[in-house]
T-cell receptor, first 115, second 110 residues
Framework: DTGVSQDPRHKITKRGQNVTFRCDPI?????LYWYRQTLGQGPEFLTY????????KSRLLSDRFSAERPKGSFSTLEIQRTEQGDSAMYLC?????????????FGPGTRLLVL | AQRVTQPEKLLSVFKGAPVELKCNYS??????LFWYVQYSRQRLQLLLR??SRESIKGFTADLNKGETSFHLKKPFAQEEDSAMYYC????????????FGQGTTLQVKP
């Protein structure tokens, strides 16, 4: 297993367009997290799934953002009607709970630039 | 409010010098504290957590509940320690979500 993967690695879009990012967690990891990181800041929590259930969403996650994890494996994060303020690095992390201490393993991120 | 503060954006030391990366937190309850590291062109990875009370790559961190701090220390810095370091906390409510500080860049000069 090569770890958490994210696709695409980079995305440039025009304001108002929709974008979708994909995250493939480490196999058998039952939790999947999305974070957003802007320049000079640490990652900020957006939402997380346990299996296919979305259990928590941050207030940062406006109505334009939606995340899914339909079969409890990969997840998608969609941003509708993108704004320049959405430009950031979007990080995905996965973990396995129930086998001791939880450790989140991060993907390489998707860097979004909204023009 | 839940918050993690890393007061230094950049810490520059010479090889062999002691290192202390500061982290203060605000949390109403008993959080779990972590240090994550990101080396150049690599992904974010866990360095250590307070519960384990272990030394990783020569780094240690002690949770001081009275001062609400979790400073990261290493007695003798190495050039390969140069990286971005993030302090993070997780509440004990079993959500697992991490709250990160702004990060500190550690630069170890030869």
């Amino acid at each position: 297993d090569t770890g958490v993967s994210q696709d695409p690695r980079h995305k440039i879009t025009k304001r108002g367009q929709n974008v979708t990012f994909r995250c493939d967690p480490i196999s058998e990891h039952n939790r999947l997290y999305w974070y957003r990181q802007t320049l000079g800041q640490g990652p900020e929590f957006l939402t997380y799934f346990q299996n296919e259930a979305q259990l928590e969403k941050s207030r940062l996650l406006s109505d334009r953002f939606s995340a899914e994890r339909p079969k409890g494996s990969f997840s998608t994060l969609e941003i509708q009607r993108t704004e320049q303020g959405d430009s950031a690095m979007y990080l995905c992390a996965s973990s396995k709970i129930g086998t001791g201490q939880e450790t989140q393993y991060f993907g390489p991120g998707t860097r979004l630039l909204v023009l | 409010a839940q918050r993690v503060t890393q007061p230094e954006k950049l810490l520059s030391v010479f090889k062999g010098a002691p290192v202390e990366l500061k982290c203060n937190y605000s949390y109403s309850g008993s959080p779990e504290l972590f240090w994550y590291v990101q080396y150049s062109r690599q992904r974010l990875q866990l360095l250590l957590r307070h519960i384990s009370r272990e030394s990783i790559k020569g780094f240690t961190a002690d949770l001081n509940k009275g001062e609400t701090s979790f400073h990261l220390k290493k007695p003798f810095a190495q050039e390969e320690d140069s990286a971005m370091y993030y302090c993070a906390l997780s509440g004990r409510s079993n959500t697992g979500k991490l709250i990160f500080g702004q990060g500190t860049t550690l630069q170890v000069k030869p």
